[in-house]
T-cell receptor, first 116, second 115 residues
């Protein structure tokens, strides 16, 4: 069985400071992992994905995430927050088993607030 | 290149009624997945369609059914609506094939309110 836990429901940062969003996963096999962002009244947008090619993954808008198998984590970071980063962020696991592939499992989400 | 489109954007129904939501996938995509996102929660997987057949299903009752057409567009039907069915319904498209690496592209969603 697969599961994903986002450790913070809300994160507040000042503009220009680093952002860290934490995600832990549970999986019987090495999964595919994704980060999506959801701005108010907009659809989910893919930030980045891990597919076992490299443990440090770079995404759009300056975001990156590091896959750590020993810690079963896939934390999302950005060196300097921008006001436009205020949104809901979801960590997603995609199972590797043939009876479950394609069944995206979302975390509960982390709401990011950016203050001037 | 049009992305994933969904219709309608908003819908209000009463308990016991039936509803149909529609989705057109991103150009070139052949797989459609449906998700339910309750207020303040992450999306929950309902089911996935590929080659006009339901390929995967989440933990949703049989009141939730779907269909995929030859042009890859899809419908989500919900019968005997309950108050708890009020949510944002998201459609996502992707390329088929047995790979969990394929990212899914999401539409803006249909906001369903059940009174």
């Amino acid at each position: 069985a697969q599961s994903v836990t986002q450790l913070d429901s809300h994160v507040s940062v000042s503009e220009g400071t680093p952002v860290l969003l934490r995600c832990n996963y549970s999986s019987s096999y090495s999964p595919s992992l994704f980060w999506y962002v959801q701005h108010p009244n907009k659809g989910l947008q893919l930030l980045l994905k891990y597919t076992s090619a490299a443990t440090l993954v770079k995404g759009i808008n300056g975001f990156e995430a590091e896959f750590k198998k020993s810690e079963t984590s896939f934390h999302l970071t950005k060196p300097s927050a921008h006001m436009s980063d205020a949104a809901e962020y979801f960590c997603v696991v995609s199972p590797m088993t043939t009876d479950s592939w394609g069944k995206f499992q979302f975390g509960a989400g982390t709401q990011v607030v950016v203050t001037p | 290149d049009a992305g994933v489109t969904q219709s309608p954007t908003h819908l209000i129904k009463t308990r016991g009624q039936q509803v149909t939501l529609r989705c057109s996938p991103k150009s070139g995509h052949d797989t459609v997945s449906w998700y339910q996102q309750a207020l303040g929660q992450g999306p929950q997987f309902i089911f996935q369609y590929y080659e006009e057949e339901e390929r995967q299903r989440g933990n949703f009752p049989d009141r939730f059914s779907g269909h995929q057409f030859p042009n890859y567009s899809s419908e989500l039907n919900v019968n005997a609506l309950l108050l708890g069915d009020s949510a944002l319904y998201l459609c996502a498209s992707s390329l088929g094939g047995r790979s969990s690496y394929n990212e899914q592209f999401f539409g803006p969603g249909t906001r369903l309110t059940v009174l």
